[in-house]
């Protein structure tokens, strides 16, 4: 099965007999999927909405699913078939010490979810939060989403 990588603020869609592949920190990973004509989606977002001028239309949440939801039916996929898997969205930074300031992670998962919600695409999975990075494959093949948690490295430094 050929796999797909796709890297930060981009996108792709992948048909039966591809898999789609990304690694997560903050980032949240939107995968669509329409079981039905064997379409899945990926879209890396970095950001939840668009700063200004930037026409980079997958960096955020905003921006970014719908834009994949289009390239989808584009290619034949039904909005009413699709349905969303979600990971990401870690907490990989120190928290500030006013605890009620959402974590770059969360506002990303925020955004996501509405937009998801705004477009009446339900959530089937979802793997997201804690403080640990992802790697993460989604099967179009069988629907199933891939989760594996990346280990936290503590790097030292040593005098010397």
């Known amino acids: ?54 026409q980079s239309l997958g960096k955020y949440a905003d921006t970014a699913i719908p834009e994949l939801l289009t ?37 990303n998962l925020q955004a996501v979810q509405r937009v998801l919600s705004e477009l009446a695409i339900p959530v089937r999975q979802e793997d997201t939060g804690g403080v640990q990075g992802r790697t993460v494959c989604f099967d179009g093949e069988s629907g199933s989403l891939q989760v594996k948690t990346l280990q936290r490295i503590a790097w030292r430094q040593e005098a010397g």
């Open 71 to 107: 390239q989808m039916e584009r290619r034949g996929g039904r909005r009413g078939s699709m349905q969303a898997f979600l990971a990401g969205g870690a907490n990989m930074f120190q928290a500030s010490e006013d605890s009620r300031i959402a974590t770059v992670g969360e506002k």
């Open 1 to 54: 099965m050929e796999t797909v990588l796709v890297m930060m603020a981009q996108m792709a869609v992948a048909q039966r007999g591809q898999r789609l592949k990304t690694t997560l920190g903050s980032c949240v990973g939107v995968f669509l999927h329409d079981g039905e004509r064997g379409l899945s989606g990926l879209a890396h977002v970095m950001l939840p909405e668009r700063v200004r001028d930037d």
